[in-house]
């Protein structure tokens, strides 16, 4: 298990080393950041001295080099709008972030898992066409337009909520209900066909045979099998948590490290950019190792067999 | 006296249950619609009443027919006073041309990778299997935005972007469905008589996996458009003065209190084209590949 | 007169990991070692043995579908080229192959009769018009009708897709033809007239096979000279009536005690200790000892090699005389 556990953390720096040098070279392919940055009338020699304050006037590998060894120092740059450390930036941002994204995966695990469950145990019933129609609206609807969408019923119609900003709780409850709505829908439809996957095994049709009632049959066997497809879908989930907020940040203009990138992206601020892509990758990585443990312990098959 | 009523005779009622067993009705509006958009894709030079950049300073924020407007804007105007419907229809152009141009990228890009890493296996099949893995460990979106920033924005680059979201997906099944059947089937039969690799896999593996390839096309798809849309309403997508669906919305945010409508109807658009796309996918799937289910 | 296949010291050896993952060491699978053997124009080679002895592998290596890892393999008195160059799929109009499962060998989005043509068009032979002309005429002499032409695959039976993928095979009009298993797949009451379509196929053509199959009594009834397989070895060849009647390996005795009579009288069946051993692990010596019943000290040390007999086959035993 240790080696096994070894073996997935060296994968994930990998991983993670993989993205952050994929970012700095198509990053810095893409063009001179002074000329980006600096407005076209420039004077010459100030567009040089901009090159030199940044070390853009070195090789792409010398560049190379010195970003990793101060990435390693958990230096990752300055941003080059207005010169703070991109991490702070990035950092600073981050309680925003997880006060809409956590009580959002909170609510989609709370009504998708359970209207999944309930529509495969009712199948072909009102609930279950409902909840399916439901999750297909789910995923065809952009998160834009279902944002969009409840703020014009619920702060232009009723004016109940506000529509943006991030004075207090109330103006957390629209972007909280646009991301968790979506994810929702999403985990309903798959929990719905684990479960009827797992509801058509052989062994379910032995244990209601042997006369277990359904209820025990459902929580003994049916619902701990289709536990393990379930989390992997979560955990992809909790690797996608910022970039789903990317979009849903911007509608709301809550100042969160969605937001941050898409203005960083439209300011070109490059050490903005490469830091969020890196703590995006990392994010990711790290829940799909968490998926990898959680898995040993919901199945027992990976005990023993370690992939 | 029901039947006499309803002018239908047994056999005929019979005929139609049958009819609708194959072609479902979800399915028949969701062709419909996707046979409407083609059409308003192919035709907007002539469907569209008014030029889409066309400003009418006199006639700004009109509401749609049914709301207080007239048919001369049958689905209002702008704040510029730009006609709403050859705005949309011009957008629905772009958008499509753009999901449509991507996923064919995505496709082909994919499978071609799914058959080069099945026919050397080794060394190439492991550097492509790194690269899906890659692809998978950070979301599109973000690379997207990131690339987006740095490369610029031109129409090419942000297809062929949108055609680099989902390649993956195809790789693999290619990939996993080309093993297969070079390891114990039809494939190294044919191989075995003596043909090229390109008749193997061009006339031979290609129409087999076809199926799956489409099915997967009938995702790609809505996900391309959900994916250009979001990019576009950023202001990141497509570039003014060009127009996408996307666009629209993210234009029409900023009059949400004052003219709906001007959001309200691409965003239907979009909704209504995914969703007619994944009807028409699911139901290829269980007419084409059960397997997939 | 020059045999049509020459098999000298065939050999295909497999580099694998034993032991767990953290002490695996490399070792040497030998799947084929050191196989050899003619076949003349017009005649049948069977080869018999249990399923892993490498029959199959044997059947690939003769084709070129797989590299050789040892020995040389002669087509006419050439040596076969590598496999995908120009030469070898030139070759591929002497040597043809039948499957064991017909219906995973077609492809089963292409009617049956394209799928006959096919080679033509792959070694452009003919004109379109030519190429039908000559998949009838193959299709006739498989004993389909010129209605099967259109069909598709999963429209017909077992034997008569087996019968489209010999038709695909000949229709390049081969000097040899690989059969693996041609027969074990189909039903019981549809092999006696699919081995029959092969022997008349036979003297029709002067079509050679290799017949690769572990039904012994149908092995005896198309070959003219049957080997024995066990691990990768050949251990006994020669005439079928001779090899049947009075086997000389052990082995071969076990696996003829093993055909099933009407009459069990006088009859005693051998039934042999344990499965064959892992490849890897092959034994010293001569690798039946361990399940041999009549094993003495000698078999264990030194390897027993194919030498000929008095009544002309050969066996590698040490105790056959």
Same mark, same amino acid.
């Given at each position: ?25 198509v990053?810095?392919?893409s ?17 040089? !001295? ?27 740059? +300055? ?6 450390? !991109? ?10 972030t997880?006060?809409i994204t956590?009580?959002a ?14 529509? !495969? ?14 999750s297909v609206a789910g995923f065809t609807m952009p998160s834009f337009v279902l944002a969009l969408l409840l703020v014009l019923v619920f702060s232009v ?6 529509s943006s ?5 109330? +103006?957390?409850?629209l972007p909280i209900v646009t991301l968790g709505a979506a994810g929702?829908a999403i ?37 701990? +099998? ?11 989930m909790?690797?996608t948590l910022i970039a789903g907020a990317v979009v849903v940040e911007s509608v709301f203009a809550w100042p969160g490290i969605g937001r941050l990138l898409v203005i960083s992206v439209a300011n070109r601020d490059?050490?903005?950019v490469?830091?969020i892509l890196?703590?995006v !990758? ?5 829940? +799909? ?19 | ?10 056999? @005929? ?17 969701a062709?419909?619609w996707i046979a409407l958009m083609l059409v308003i894709a192919i035709g907007a030079d002539?469907l569209a009443p008014y030029h889409f950049s066309a400003l009418?300073?006199?006639?700004r924020l009109l509401p749609p ?8 804007h049958a689905l209002g105007t702008d704040e510029l006073g730009r006609d709403v419907l050859s705005r949309l229809i011009v957008s629905i152009r772009l958008s499509l041309l753009i999901a449509f141009f991507g996923t064919l990228i995505a496709a082909?890009l ?25 692809q998978?460990?950070v979301p599109f979106l973000i690379v997207a935005l990131a690339v987006l920033a740095f490369f610029g924005n031109s129409l090419v680059l942000f297809v062929v972007l949108m055609g680099l979201n989902s390649w993956?997906r ?13 390891? @114990? ?6 191989? @075995? ?23 997967s096309m009938t995702i790609t798809f809505p996900e391309t458009i959900l994916l250009e849309s979001g990019l576009s309403f950023l202001g990141l997508g497509v570039q003014p003065p060009l127009s996408s669906l996307g666009n629209m919305v993210g234009y029409g945010r900023e009059y949400l209190t004052r003219a709906s409508w001007i959001l309200l109807f691409p965003s239907a658009v979009i909704i209504l084209t995914t969703l007619s796309i994944s009807i028409i996918g ?12 | ?26 070792? *040497? ?14 005649? *049948? ?40 160059? *120009?030469?070898? $799929?030139?070759?591929? $109009? ?13 492809? $089963? ?203 002309? $086959? ?8």
């Amino acid at each position: 298990m240790m080696r096994y556990l070894a073996g997935r953390l060296l994968r994930a720096l990998l991983t993670i080393f993989l993205v952050v040098t994929f970012a700095f070279f198509v990053l810095r392919l893409s063009g001179d950041p002074a000329l980006l940055i600096m407005s076209v009338d420039a004077p010459p020699e100030s567009v040089e !001295a901009f090159r030199i304050s940044w070390g853009l006037d070195r090789p792409v590998w010398v560049q190379y080099l010195r970003y990793i060894v101060h990435a390693l120092t958990g230096d990752l740059g +300055n941003s080059m709008r207005d010169g703070r450390p !991109a991490l702070q930036l990035v950092l600073e941002r981050v309680p925003a972030t997880l006060a809409i994204t956590i009580p959002a995966f909170l609510l989609k695990i709370a009504i998708g898992v359970p209207a999944g469950i309930y529509a !495969a145990l009712h199948r072909n019933s009102l609930a279950d066409r409902m909840t399916m129609l439901f999750s297909v609206a789910g995923f065809t609807m952009p998160s834009f337009v279902l944002a969009l969408l409840l703020v014009l019923v619920f702060s232009v119609q009723l004016g109940w909520l506000p529509s943006s900003g991030s004075e207090g709780m109330a +103006n957390a409850i629209l972007p909280i209900v646009t991301l968790g709505a979506a994810g929702a829908a999403i985990l309903a439809r798959f929990t719905r066909s684990a479960m009827l996957e797992v509801l058509g095994q052989p062994y379910i049709r032995a244990a209601s045979a042997k006369g277990l009632t359904w209820r025990r049959v459902v929580t003994e066997h049916a619902l701990p +099998n289709a536990a393990i497809p379930t989390t992997t879908i979560i955990g992809f989930m909790v690797g996608t948590l910022i970039a789903g907020a990317v979009v849903v940040e911007s509608v709301f203009a809550w100042p969160g490290i969605g937001r941050l990138l898409v203005i960083s992206v439209a300011n070109r601020d490059l050490a903005v950019v490469q830091t969020i892509l890196l703590f995006v !990758a990392a994010t990711m990585v790290t829940a +799909n190792i968490i998926v990898d443990l959680v898995y040993g312990w919901i199945d027992p098959r990976m005990r023993t067999s370690p992939r | 006296m029901s039947t006499a009523v309803t002018g239908a005779n047994p056999i @005929q009622r019979a005929r139609r249950a049958r009819f609708l067993e194959a072609w479902p009705l979800l399915t028949l509006v969701a062709l419909a619609w996707i046979a409407l958009m083609l059409v308003i894709a192919i035709g907007a030079d002539w469907l569209a009443p008014y030029h889409f950049s066309a400003l009418d300073l006199r006639a700004r924020l009109l509401p749609p027919v049914g709301f207080g407007g007239t048919w001369r804007h049958a689905l209002g105007t702008d704040e510029l006073g730009r006609d709403v419907l050859s705005r949309l229809i011009v957008s629905i152009r772009l958008s499509l041309l753009i999901a449509f141009f991507g996923t064919l990228i995505a496709a082909t890009l994919g499978t071609a990778m799914g058959f080069v890493a099945a026919h050397f296996r080794g060394k190439t099949e492991w550097l492509i299997l790194m690269m899906i893995d890659f692809q998978a460990s950070v979301p599109f979106l973000i690379v997207a935005l990131a690339v987006l920033a740095f490369f610029g924005n031109s129409l090419v680059l942000f297809v062929v972007l949108m055609g680099l979201n989902s390649w993956e997906r195809y790789a693999r099944i290619a990939r996993g469905l080309t093993i297969s059947a070079n390891e @114990q089937g039809y494939a190294s039969a044919i191989r @075995q008589l003596g043909a090229s690799s390109l008749r193997v896999y061009g006339i031979h593996v290609l129409p087999n996996i076809a199926s799956t390839l489409i099915v997967s096309m009938t995702i790609t798809f809505p996900e391309t458009i959900l994916l250009e849309s979001g990019l576009s309403f950023l202001g990141l997508g497509v570039q003014p003065p060009l127009s996408s669906l996307g666009n629209m919305v993210g234009y029409g945010r900023e009059y949400l209190t004052r003219a709906s409508w001007i959001l309200l109807f691409p965003s239907a658009v979009i909704i209504l084209t995914t969703l007619s796309i994944s009807i028409i996918g699911d139901w290829l799937r269980d007419r084409l590949d059960p397997t997939l289910r | 007169m020059t045999a049509l296949l020459e098999a000298e010291g065939l050999a295909r050896h497999y580099q694998v990991r034993k032991g767990s993952r953290l002490f695996s060491r490399p070792a *040497t699978l030998r799947a084929v070692d050191g196989v050899s053997f003619t076949l003349q124009p017009g005649r *049948t080679l069977g080869l018999v043995g249990e399923s892993g002895c490498g029959k199959t592998t044997t059947a690939k290596l003769v084709l070129g579908l797989l590299p050789l890892s040892a020995g040389e393999i002669r087509l006419q008195g050439e040596t076969l080229p590598k496999a995908g160059s *120009t030469r070898w $799929r030139e070759l591929r $109009r002497t040597m043809q192959m039948v499957y064991q499962d017909p219906l995973a060998a077609l492809d $089963r989005r292409i009617a049956v009769g394209r799928q006959v043509m096919e080679p033509l068009a792959i070694h452009t032979i003919g004109t379109p018009a030519e190429r039908r002309d000559k998949a009838l005429a193959i299709l006739e002499s498989v004993g389909l009708q010129a209605h099967h032409f259109a069909r598709y695959p999963h429209e017909l039976s077992g034997g008569q897709r087996q019968r489209i993928v010999l038709a695909r095979a000949l229709i390049l009009s081969p000097r040899l033809l690989v059969c693996d298993e041609p027969i074990s797949a189909l039903d019981v009451s549809i092999q006696a007239q699919v081995v029959n379509l092969l022997l008349a196929l036979q003297a029709k053509m002067g079509l050679a096979y290799l017949f690769i199959s572990h039904d012994l009594r149908m092995v005896r009834q198309v070959s003219h000279e049957v080997a024995v397989m066990y691990l990768g070895r050949i251990v006994e060849q020669g005439d079928p009536d001779r090899l049947f009647a009075a086997p000389a390996h052990p082995y071969t005795r076990a696996l003829v005690s093993a055909i099933p009579v009407a009459t069990r009288k006088g009859r005693q069946r051998l039934i042999l200790k344990g499965d064959p051993p892992n490849p890897i692990d092959v034994p010293s010596g001569c690798a039946f000892h361990e399940r041999c019943p009549i094993a003495v000290a000698r078999c264990r040390a030194e390897t027993p090699l194919l030498r000929p007999m008095a009544d002309g $086959r050969h066996v590698a035993c040490h105790l056959a005389a």
